[in-house]
C-alpha cells in the first residue's frame, strides 16, 4: 500500500517556520502580575526541553491542601482534609475546640520563614499525631465521610477540571503527595468529578474496623516536612511513574520541593509554589526556592498555560502525521529539509 503525502514537498522554510512556531515557549500567564520568577530564563529553558521530550516522559506531582484547592474564596479560608472533619456528624465541640487550638499554635511554626525545616520536624509530628489521636477518639464512621465533604465549602482552585481532564487524555501520572486526610481528599475529588486511572494518592488514611469505625491511621504519618521520604517509599512501586524523568511539582510549602525526591533520574523538574499567606514575610524564600511563585492566585491558570505548552505541542505534531508513516514525522521532515537544502547547495556548487 502507498501513502501519498503532498506536504512533504513543502519547501524548506516552511517546513523550518511551522516547527520553529510549534517550539516557541512564550507563555503569556507568565506575565501576569501574582507571577514571580527568579530566573525566567531557565523556566523557558526547562518548558521547552520539557516540551521537545513529550508527554510520554512527563508527570506531575501535586500536594493538594491550599494547592489543588483554594486558600480562600469571597474572604473566607476554604476547608482542608483535616478542617472537614470538623463536622458535627463527626465529631464533637469539644474536639474541634482542641483541634482548633493545635492549629492556632503549629501553624504559624509551620510557615514561619526564620525557622529551619530541621526546626520545624518534630513540632510537625506533634502537631499531627494529636490531632489523629483526637480524631480516633470520636469513633469516626466511615459512611459519614461523603456527606461531610459534600455539606462542606471545600473548592478545587479556578480552572481545576481543565487540569485534570488535560492530564487524564494525554495519560499523564498525577502523583497527589498530601499530609492531609487520604480518605477526605479521595471522597472531594470523586465528587468534583475528576478522580481519573492516572490520579495516584499519598496520604494519610484512616483505618476502620469491621463495623466501620475509625480505629487508627494507617503507616507512618505524613506531614508537611517528611515527603521526601513519602516520595521515595512509595513512588519507586509505582510502576505509572517509571521512565518518566520529567516533572512538574505544585506546592504551597518549602518542605514541598521534596516530593520529586523519589523520582529516578530526573531530567528537567520545574517547581510552581502558590504563595496563599504572609506574602512580605516569606516571599524572598519561595523566590530563591521555587522557579515559579504564585502570589494570591487562586486559579490553576499558570500550571493549566504551561502543560498546554506542553501537551498540545505533541498533538500538533501528531495532527500533522499521517497514520502509520514515519516518513510523515514533523521532526522528521525538518531534519528531511535541511539535508535537502545542503545537498541542493552542494550541488549547485559542483
Known sequence: MIYHVP???TPVRTVLAIWHQLTKTEIPELAKCSVLMRERSRVEETIHCMQRAGAGNLQVISDFDMTLTRFAHNGK???TTHNILDNRLLINEDCTKKMRELLNTYYPIEIDASRSAEEKLP???EWWTKVHELLIQQKIRKDMLARAVKESSAMLREGYKVFFDHLAEHQ?????LSAGVGDVLEEVIRQNHVFH???HII???MDFDHTGVLQAFKGQLIHTFNKREGALSH?????ELQGRPNVLLLGDSLGDLTMADGVSEPQNVLTVGFLNDQVEERKESYINSFDIVLVKDETMDVPNAILRKKLCFMCTVCYLCVRYSHYSCIYYLVQNAEMRDHREE???RL
Not at 235 to 239: E, F, M, N, P, V
Open 123 to 125: 513540632l510537625m509530628v
Open 203 to 205: 496520604s494519610n488514611y
Open 77 to 79: 479560608r476554604v476547608p
Open 172 to 176: 499523564v501520572p498525577l502523583l497527589i
Open 235 to 239: 513512588a519507586a512501586g509505582l510502576r
Open 197 to 199: 486511572p492516572n490520579v
Open 346 to 348: 552542494r550541488n549547485n
Open 7 to 9: 506536504w512533504i514537498y
